[in-house]
């Protein structure tokens, strides 16, 4: 029996560049804060003595605080509007930078990053349900033009961190308030696009027996096809997590190479991060979304396979490498995710967005973990086969050929 016919949200009847480019910015300038979590670990880890797992921990609970809450928010503005959630959201980001500049404990960073996961929360399902609304129905390219803005900041975290934190200590961390405070600005502003163009936001009902709007999938095939999302997912935000949280520890131990530098090698790869985000969208759109994540993550694997063996030269091209192909993914598996399922687009970037950072958060804690007992390079190695869990995009029904 086929599932029900869900109405889609409205959108603009052309693309509103202005507000993707404000919410891509916006995505930009949070990302870059959130990205100084990571880019401080080997400063906290030698300031306040921590172990692997402890470093984990900090992961965990900054990308719980955002995953749990995720979907639940996009559960209620899905139903409930809120045109200036995202700036609210960003007050709880400022929130947690001053609180991390100031922390003197390993609590107190526990909460800190537990105040900017809040901040995460609220600030991807909106940003991405206001994306769509302001595609003109290009929604790939909208995703990937949302996504580039975050890729970016989280590129240029590190290179900030090795500029100005790492040089002048943890209390910097402080000025990035500033970046906060400029977010809160042009997200308020955002926040007054959506408050006028509410209607966007009201369904739409199809035609009669118009299947445009839905792939025409059994309730058992949808939530199969959701389910191998979710592992695809699973298999790329492991894999990520264990280069985006260890990477720098990997190079240092295994190489001898000093923290800044390192940081500049997490800056190289999160920056092909950026660049092959850009890019998945819009291919999606042309190609179809299925063979962009068919490509994507199973094209990473003989890159990730071969990272472990190699010197410290092609340790940098392997991982730009895998970060370019395997980042093009996400807008693609989101966009099919809200095509699976109409009518419900902020509860599926949040079950996206909130199950990608969970799984980051998770992975992390039990990566460090398996780091204190084995090794980080031991870490690496298993982490190389994750990207072979892509086989399974060919269970994925067409839905571009249902259309």
């Not at 295994?254 to 390192?262: A, C, E, L």
């Not at 995710?337 to 958060?361: H, S």
């Amino acid at each position: 029996m086929a599932a029900p016919i869900e109405p889609p949200i409205a959108e603009a009847p052309s693309t509103v560049f202005p507000i993707l480019i404000a919410l891509s910015f916006s995505h930009l300038l949070n990302d870059t804060m959130q990205s100084l979590i990571p880019s401080i670990y080997p400063m906290v880890k030698d300031s306040f003595q921590l172990s692997f797992s402890q470093i984990g921990l900090i992961t965990l609970t900054f990308q719980a605080s955002a995953s749990i809450l995720q979907p639940i928010v996009g559960f209620y503005t899905d139903k409930r509007p809120q045109p200036y959630a995202l700036a609210v959201g960003m007050c709880f980001t400022l929130l947690g930078l001053v609180s991390l500049s100031l922390a003197s404990s390993f609590n107190i960073i526990l909460l800190s990053v537990g105040l900017v996961g809040v901040g995460s929360a609220i600030f991807h399902p909106e940003a991405s349900r206001i994306a769509r609304m302001a595609s003109g129905g290009r929604h790939g390219m909208a995703q990937s033009l949302f996504q580039v803005g975050g890729n970016a900041g989280s590129s240029i975290g590190p290179l900030l961190a090795a500029l100005i934190l790492l040089p002048y200590g943890r209390f910097q961390v402080i000025w990035f308030s500033l970046v906060a405070l400029l977010a809160i600005i042009i997200l308020s502003k955002v926040g007054g696009w959506y408050q006028r163009n509410q209607h966007l936001n009201l369904v739409k009902k199809p035609s009669a027996g118009s299947d445009a709007v839905t792939p025409g999938l059994s309730k058992k095939t949808i939530i199969f096809s959701i389910s191998i999302l979710l592992v695809l997912i699973f298999s790329k935000y492991i894999y990520m997590a264990s280069l985006s949280s260890y990477y720098t520890f990997y190079l240092i131990h295994k190489f001898g190479v000093s923290i800044q530098n390192s940081q500049l090698y997490l800056f190289a790869f999160l920056f092909s991060v950026a660049a092959g985000t850009f890019f998945g969208g819009p291919l999606g759109d042309k190609i179809g979304r299925k063979y962009v994540i068919w490509v994507s993550i199973l094209g990473a694997a003989p890159f990730a396979l071969a990272l472990p063996y190699v010197n410290l030269f092609w340790t940098g091209v392997l991982s730009c490498i895998i970060g370019l192909i395997l980042s093009s993914a996400f807008s693609a598996i989101l966009v099919y995710a809200q095509e699976l399922i109409p009518g419900k687009v902020g509860m599926m970037a949040g079950l996206f967005f909130g199950f990608a950072f969970g799984v980051a958060g998770i992975a992390s804690a039990v990566l460090g973990n398996l780091a204190d007992r084995t090794s980080i390079e031991y870490v690496f190695w298993v982490c190389s086969f994750l990207p072979l869990i892509g086989l399974i995009t060919g269970f994925l029904p067409d839905i571009e050929r249902r259309k």
